[in-house]
């Protein structure tokens, strides 16, 4: 499917989203070491959503992992790029949890895809109020290749496309925060019709 066009020149956006339990970090990992097997020069970054978890890794969930830099946003990632790129030429750039970035990465992938650069994010696509993730919206667009993964519903055993946040054994209400760090919640993935819309 990726092929090279006929000026032989590389550079594009590949996005991987969808719910959680889709396996997107286990795809995101897959490809990324794909390019590194090929001995291309691979580099990798991951918001920093909590101090208490600046770790160098992405990990999945099966865990599987891939080294990477924790940076707290756009700005700091383009630091990190010119300095890596003073040591080595970057070839493919990864990025995870690009919903958490600020709005200012949506440019900057662009502009690294045009530079020649293969670019490879992964993000869901919506929160758990069923509204579009910053950044995956533009992606969605901009992007050349788009793979939407599905998860299973944990209700129904049925294809899961959205994810339902638990509190408290709950699905959680619409005013709860979407981002919050702090392990007493839970989500599952669920279809259509076991999702429950938050109040
Ligand atoms: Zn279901």
Known sequence: MLTKNLQNKLGWIELITGCMF????????????????????????????????????????????????PVKDSLQMVEKIKELTKIKKIDVLGIDEIQFFDEGIVNLVQEYADKGIIVIVNGLDKDFKCEPFKNVDKLLVQAEYVDKLSAICHNCGSNASRTQRIVNGKPAAANEPVILVSGEEQYEARCRHCYIKPK
């Open 22 to 69: 889709a396996g997107k970090t286990e795809e995101f990992i897959k490809r990324l070491r794909r390019h590194s097997y090929a001995k291309r020069n691979v580099v990798a970054f991951k918001p920093i959503i909590d101090d208490r978890y600046s770790i160098d890794k992405i990990s999945s969930h099966s865990g599987s992992q891939f080294e990477s830099y």
